[in-house]
């Protein structure tokens, strides 16, 4: 079992930044894939970025060269540092641990870009 817990998110205006925060319960290294997701209002959940266990990481076309993904295996934490916010980046913002059998979600933190 694996408990994530969010932070960091907010009400920013376009163009500005924000840097999200994930911490684990227990050790991340044995996790072979931590990402961060969003669900924009009235739309299905989507892929942000992932990390893997060797420092791969993944971004959705939407935020390439904007969002940056990290992970410290050490604090048990992963981060998302979101740059030139756009409205369109308006979300509910979800931690993903994905093992091989198992996912687990944090609650989510909002993230709110106004025009």
């Known amino acids: 079992q694996v408990h994530l817990v969010e932070s960091g998110g907010g009400l920013v205006q376009a163009g500005g930044s924000l840097r999200l925060s994930c911490t684990a319960s227990?050790?991340?290294?044995?996790?072979?894939?931590m990402g961060w997701y969003r669900q924009p209002p009235g739309k299905q959940r989507e892929l942000v970025a992932t990390?893997?266990?060797?420092?791969?990481?993944n971004y959705a076309d939407s935020v390439k060269g904007r969002f940056a993904i990290s992970r410290d295996n050490a604090k048990n934490a992963v981060y998302l540092q979101m740059n030139s916010l756009k409205p369109e980046d308006t979300a509910v913002y979800y931690c993903?641990?994905?093992?091989?059998?198992?996912?687990?979600w944090g609650q989510g933190t909002q993230v709110t870009v106004s025009s």
């Open positions: 993903n641990a994905h093992l091989l059998l198992d996912d687990y």
């Open positions: 990390v893997s266990s060797t420092g791969d990481t």
């Open positions: 227990g050790s991340i290294v044995g996790i072979p894939t």
